[in-house]
């Protein structure tokens, strides 16, 4: 099965800064790679996705990374602030047999941006 | 859109008795639903996989008489915890996806369920 590797589990930045959280996959079959943000007692909330057949992808401050040949991505968030503080999760998606799939995730990153 | 509801959201139950938790997609038809279970500052761990119609995918280690998963219409999961005991106290959430070629998953607010 998938192993989702994700680091580092904590990282504190100062507002303005930005902020890099790091996953690696042992699947090269896995094809998705969402990363969900999850506040304290909260649902976790889809923020960025990328799939296989592409390399990058930005959406304002968030940009995901993802290297096939090394079998792993990152999420990039730039001017970093208060409300961006919460745990990060990664995740690898493994197509399934009969169209199912299934996903994995990482152990979660805390991230805090102080003021 | 893509609105998933789970009921109920806190419950307290005695060691031994059962629980049921729902979990529905309110504005889509969801095929694939899944159930993870979740420890205080842990990820989210899955416990197992259900489409509609079928019979759940449990992963290793959980046990499919102990977690019972009804997956019985396109927008109603259930999950019911039987004989329950203070260890299987967790917070339980569900995510719904919409079609077999999107791999979005949009997940319940959970279910914080503890055994006393």
């Known amino acids: 099965g998938e192993n989702v590797e994700q680091h580092p589990s904590t990282l504190s930045v100062q507002e303005g800064d930005s902020a890099v959280i790091k996953c690696t996959y042992s699947d090269s079959a896995s094809n998705y790679f969402p990363w969900y943000k999850q506040e304290l007692g909260k649902r976790p909330q889809l923020i960025i996705d990328i799939r296989s057949n592409v390399g990058e992808k930005k959406d304002q401050r968030i940009a995901v990374t993802l290297n096939k040949t090394a079998k792993h991505f990152s999420l990039h968030i730039t001017e970093t602030q208060p409300e961006d503080s919460a745990v990060y999760f990664c995740?690898?998606?493994?197509?399934?047999?009969?169209?199912?799939?299934?996903?994995?995730f990482g152990r979660g990153t805390s991230l805090i941006v102080h003021p | 859109g893509a609105v998933v509801s789970q009921h109920p959201s806190r419950v307290i139950c005695k060691s031994g008795t059962s629980v049921k938790i729902e979990c529905r997609s309110l504005d889509f038809q969801a095929t694939t639903m899944f159930w993870y279970r979740q420890f205080p500052k842990q990820s989210l761990m899955l416990m197992a996989t259900?489409?509609?119609?079928?019979?759940?995918?449990?992963e290793q280690g959980v046990e499919k008489d102990k977690f019972l998963i009804n997956h019985a219409s396109l927008t109603l999961s259930t999950l019911t915890v039987t004989s329950a005991h203070p260890e299987d106290s967790s917070f339980y959430i569900c995510?719904?996806?919409?079609?077999?070629?999107?791999?979005?998953?949009?997940f319940g607010p959970g279910t914080r369920l503890t055994v006393t």
């Open positions: 995510s719904a996806s919409a079609s077999g070629t999107s791999y979005e998953q949009y």
């Open positions: 259900s489409n509609e119609g079928s019979k759940a995918t449990y």
């Open positions: 995740a690898a998606t493994l197509s399934a047999s009969g169209g199912s799939y299934i996903p994995t």
